[in-house]
């Protein structure tokens, strides 16, 4: 079956002398494996498309036996060339596909998918102060889209208000009040942080002004939390490499 849709690359390497293996985060088809075979000749019809982040159309010949399918053409609509530009930029965008791809199967995942085309341009156009508030908004956004809410809006633990102040438990997976959270030997969060938290999980980071330091310790609970409940404590280097530069 020749499948057409459109695509990102999340992940794209060497295969033997000549081809490369490539994974998509499709539209209609979930995350895919494809071999585009030649692609490393010099006059491969793939030419230097194959890179990691662009989005596109992409062909490929889907067997529903086998885990690799042959990629025919990638047809680039956005190379996001601002993102490979910019570190910062580059580090939060790589997390955000190593996350889909960590994540991903062969279901459909249409809404992953806007997600992910919609963070990507949103990580280009974010003027430079805002890409670490941005980056979280994205983040914490395809989180949620995956399906995997953190509890923010009452104590986790026994349902109660939270206070000014809470405690993000990360077993559980939320907030705790002060009565729970007490003792628990984490940093509490503020009402500011809080807020933030909740603009960040709507994919928002509108009106969110918080310290440096803030800023890194809600990329480090993004990351536990990921590692925690979505990856199955794997080692996420992009996600890793992101936390530690922000
Ligand atoms: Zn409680």
Redesign the pocket.
Known sequence: MLITTPAVILQAFAYGDTSRIVRLATQDHGVQSVIAKGAMRPRSRFGGRLQVLSEGVAQFHYRSTRDLHTLSAFDVTDQHVVLAGDLRRFAAAAALAELVLRTGHEEPQPVAFATLVETLRALGAAPSERVGLVSLAGLWHMVIVLGFAPVVDQ??????PLGDRSWFALAEGGL??????RGTGTGALGAEDQAALRAFLEGSDAGVALPAPHVAAHRRLLVRFVRRHLTDDAQLPALSFWESIG
Do not use: D, M, S, Y
């Open positions: 104590c986790v633990r026994c349902e109660r705790l009040c002060p009565a729970c959270g």
